[in-house]
């Protein structure tokens, strides 16, 4: 278990559909990432935040959103869905302290979405 | 830019046998973070190793153990006497090692699917 929660853990939607995935991050961890991990796109970064701010953005779609909440937990809003977004979706998160331990990234157990 | 190369899309094994899961990395940063994780059927990303770029002591954790070579820019995954439990798909990841706070996004490898025959 490495501590990073998200939910729901499998979701059907049709086309068009919003969908929001939420993630808490391993406690005392004040950056979050979402990943998105499609067969033929691989493992790909969409966004990161640290303390509630966006640090990095990586291959996310403008129909997609996120944020994270002064809680530190995130959620990542996917609208307007397609056939292609199907995909699991990672969140993860890792302190980036100055303590070397600080720089690993755990992931959460991803949220299987299946758009129809 | 970074970019990481795991060129064995598939390997087979039968059990017991030894296994090296090869990556290969690029990046312009002097100082970053190798990483290896473990997907199993089920899905999760499970991590198993991070290696700093200044530190090239191999490390060995049981039946697993890891060479870094940066003058090759290579971070080889080795299993021992392999075990039906090991079949996953493993991934090589890269990070720059940025000031606390900064982006650090994972660049990740394609996969290698490991299968482990009883």
């Known amino acids: 278990d490495s501590g990073v929660t998200q939910t729901p853990k499998h979701l059907i939607t049709a086309t068009g559909q919003r969908v929001t995935l939420r993630c808490s991050p391993r406690s005392g961890d004040l950056s979050v990432y979402w990943y998105q991990q499609s067969l033929d796109q691989g493992l790909q970064f969409l966004i990161q935040?640290?303390?509630?701010?966006?640090?990095a953005k990586g291959n996310i779609l403008e129909r997609f959103s996120a944020q994270q909440f002064p809680d530190l937990h995130s959620e990542l809003n996917l609208s307007s869905l397609e056939l292609g977004d199907s995909a699991l979706y990672f969140c993860?998160?890792?302190?980036?302290?100055?303590?070397?331990?600080?720089?690993?990234?755990?992931f959460g157990e991803g949220s299987w979405l299946t758009v129809v | 830019a970074q970019k990481v190369t795991q060129a064995q899309t598939e390997i087979s094994v039968v059990e017991k046998e030894d296994v090296t899961l090869d990556c290969v990395y690029e990046t312009r940063d002097t100082t970053y973070y190798l990483f290896w994780y473990k997907q199993p059927p089920s899905g999760e990303l499970v991590f198993l190793i991070r290696?700093?770029?200044?530190?090239?002591q191999n490390e060995i954790s049981g039946r697993y153990s890891w060479n870094f070579q940066k003058s090759t820019s290579s971070f080889n995954f080795t299993i021992t006497a392999s075990q039906v439990v090991d079949s996953a798909v493993y991934f090589c990841a890269l990070s720059a090692a940025r000031p606390s706070g900064s982006a650090r996004q994972l660049t990740f490898g394609s996969g290698t699917q490991l299968t482990v025959l009883p």
């Open positions: 290696r700093n770029s200044f530190d090239e």
């Open positions: 993860a998160s890792s302190l980036l302290g100055e303590k070397l331990s600080g720089n690993t990234i755990y």
């Open positions: 935040y640290y303390n509630g701010e966006e640090r």
